[in-house]
């Protein structure tokens, strides 16, 4: 046993090192499982039954453990994926500056938090972990009965809570991004080393009008075309973001500001201790409307907050800023699939989309889809969650 465990570092160091050298093909196989894992959510399979000599296609639900089944895989690659985001910046660190991809603004403020802080990182790691576990274990968690279910769900919003918490004070009181971890930046092809020969580089070369410098081995790129000289100059151009300093590109929140990014981290755990408290009546609007106010509100006051407080008012923001701010504003949208407004609104018009869907060819195949994803979303809080 010890020896197995010596071993461990060596392997993943190999594991490290296959993951860059092939980063397109792992990325492609990636991209290909989670797009599977998104057209098929639980999907039941199908059993031919004989009718009075017709054939008839019956949907037979799939069992729990099934459901689970389906549920850890998908956890598993995005687990998988983040883990491979942390190899690949690893390797783009390495880079020589005039071969580093130029950094949007998110990653620029998560990767300075992540290299200042340890804790910081420690505590967004946790957080995407949970992100992207929390369904599975409800699922598990619904096996025991509703009252263990509820129990975990909160425990899990609650845990989230106090993380966001801790990064708010982490971050000097600055509003929190999501994801508060970098995101994969550049195409995984582009650190690949394809194998040439040199009459290869040296064709190339003649034919891209670039020069590939013999001592270090990096390439020159080619002048633009005359016609073309505007355009190469303004993508050479620095905005004012790009100057800034990376912990600068959030302005800092107080008072009404601090409020509201408080009410913000937790209005799930609200939500969530109220779904407990009336899991009996699904269709009170309660919950609810407890549930929406709350994160309407602290929008609203964050808004009046950058209004005062911020040069330019709302015109003022950074693109991060304004980024983040319509993030949360679509995610409001995510309250017509919540709580007392799906069971007794929107529950009705997908059904009957569905049921018009289900004999149609081609349609018929979207509405299975989205028939899977109503499974989820009649019995799973988290199938809904935003934050």
């Not at 016609?227 to 100057?243: G, H, N, P, W």
Request: proline share 6%; charged share 25%.
């Amino acid at each position: 046993m010890p020896d197995v465990l010596s071993l461990a570092p060596k392997w993943l160091n190999m594991y490290g090192e296959f993951i860059t050298k092939n980063a397109g093909a792992v990325s492609q196989i990636e991209t290909a499982l989670r797009s599977l894992t998104y057209i098929i959510p639980g999907r039941g399979h199908e059993n031919r039954a004989y009718d009075g000599g017709i054939v008839a296609d019956i949907r037979v639900p799939l069992r729990p453990l099934s459901r689970i089944g389906t549920c850890l895989r998908v956890s598993g690659v995005q687990l998988l994926s983040m883990y491979h985001d942390s190899l690949l910046a690893r390797t783009i660190s390495q880079l020589p500056g005039i071969q580093k991809p130029h950094p949007t603004p998110h990653n620029r403020y998560t990767r300075f938090w992540t290299r200042k802080s340890f804790i910081y990182k420690r505590i967004a790691l946790i957080l995407q972990t949970i992100k992207y576990t929390e369904l599975l274990w409800e699922m598990a968690a619904k096996r025991r009965g509703e009252r263990v279910r509820w129990r975990v769900v909160v425990a899990l919003e609650a845990v989230k809570a106090v993380c966001r918490l801790i990064l708010l004070r982490l971050t000097n009181s600055r509003p929190l991004l999501t994801p508060p971890l970098p995101e994969r930046e550049i195409d995984p092809t582009m650190l690949e080393e394809p194998v040439r020969d040199e009459s290869e580089e040296s064709s190339q070369s003649e034919q891209d009008g670039s020069w590939t410098m013999p001592r270090t081995g990096l390439t020159l790129p080619t002048l633009p075309n005359s016609s073309d000289i505007s355009s190469y100059l303004l993508s050479k151009v620095l905005t004012a973001d790009d100057i800034k300093p990376a912990k600068a590109l959030l302005h800092r929140v107080q008072g009404q500001g601090q409020l509201a990014e408080c009410l913000y981290i937790i209005r799930p755990l609200v939500f969530a201790l109220a779904m407990q408290r009336w899991s009996g009546d699904e269709k009170s609007w309660r919950p609810w409307l407890l549930g929406l106010s709350i994160e309407y509100g602290a929008r609203q006051l964050t808004k009046n907050d950058f209004q005062e407080r911020v040069a330019g008012g709302l015109r003022g923001l950074t693109n991060l800023e304004r980024e983040e701010m319509q993030k949360r504003g679509w995610a409001l949208g995510w309250w017509a699939m919540r709580g007392a407004f799906y069971e007794n609104i929107t529950k009705s018009w997908v059904s009957g989309f569905t049921d018009k869907m289900r004999d149609k060819p081609l349609l018929g195949l979207v509405g299975g889809v989205i028939e899977d994803y109503q499974y989820l979303w009649d019995n799973y809080y988290f199938s809904t969650a935003t934050l």
